[in-house]
């Protein structure tokens, strides 16, 4: 199996809530609403689109398992997922990772084993802060 990486940068922000039940989101935004219950971090340093070629075009193929590792110090959390052919990774701002199958141009991965609700609320907690930094470790095996 082929095993290929990818990780972006990310920070916390006051209104982080991590309580969605479906998704975890990153964005390149650096505002927040209460309305963004799935969103995990800010002023991401990359967009779904300008992810290595090497890790989307991995995602793209039919049977690639994705392993997302979310790290905000001193915890790690990991989400496993599947890719798809039917992906398009186009989103230059957000990465979404899906409980369910639903596609679109900010889908990182699908049927993941966890969403926002799932995060450690230590680590929630911790991405209330505006300078906390956490890493999105993105690998994929084909």
Same mark, same amino acid.
């Given at each position: +199996?082929?095993?290929?990486?990818?990780?972006?940068?990310?920070?916390?922000?006051? +209104? @982080?809530? &991590?309580?969605? #039940? *479906?998704?975890?989101? @990153?964005?390149?935004?650096?505002?927040?609403?209460? *309305?963004?219950?799935?969103?995990?971090?800010?002023?991401?340093?990359?967009?779904? !689109?300008?992810? &290595? %070629? &090497?890790?989307?075009?991995?995602?793209?193929?039919?049977? %690639?398992?994705?392993?997302? &590792?979310?790290?905000?110090?001193?915890?790690?959390?990991? @989400?496993?997922?599947?890719? %798809?052919?039917?992906?398009?990774?186009? !989103?230059?701002?957000?990465?979404?990772? #899906?409980? !369910?199958?639903?596609?679109?141009?900010?889908?990182?991965?699908?049927?993941?084993?966890?969403?926002?609700?799932?995060?450690? #609320? %230590?680590?929630?907690?911790?991405?209330? *802060?505006?300078?906390?930094?956490? @890493?999105?470790?993105?690998?994929?095996?084909?």
């Amino acid at each position: +199996m082929a095993r290929y990486e990818d990780a972006v940068e990310f920070y916390g922000h006051p +209104m @982080v809530r &991590s309580l969605h #039940r *479906n998704t975890i989101e @990153v964005t390149k935004d650096s505002h927040l609403t209460i *309305n963004g219950d799935c969103i995990i971090g800010v002023r991401a340093d990359k967009g779904l !689109s300008e992810l &290595s %070629s &090497s890790v989307k075009d991995s995602i793209t193929q039919r049977g %690639s398992l994705v392993t997302i &590792s979310i790290e905000v110090q001193p915890e790690t959390f990991v @989400v496993r997922a599947t890719g %798809s052919p039917e992906l398009t990774l186009e !989103s230059p701002g957000e990465m979404v990772i #899906r409980k !369910s199958g639903f596609v679109s141009p900010r889908t990182l991965a699908l049927h993941a084993d966890a969403a926002a609700k799932d995060i450690p #609320r %230590s680590m929630a907690q911790r991405l209330r *802060n505006q300078d906390c930094r956490g @890493v999105l470790r993105i690998e994929v095996q084909v």
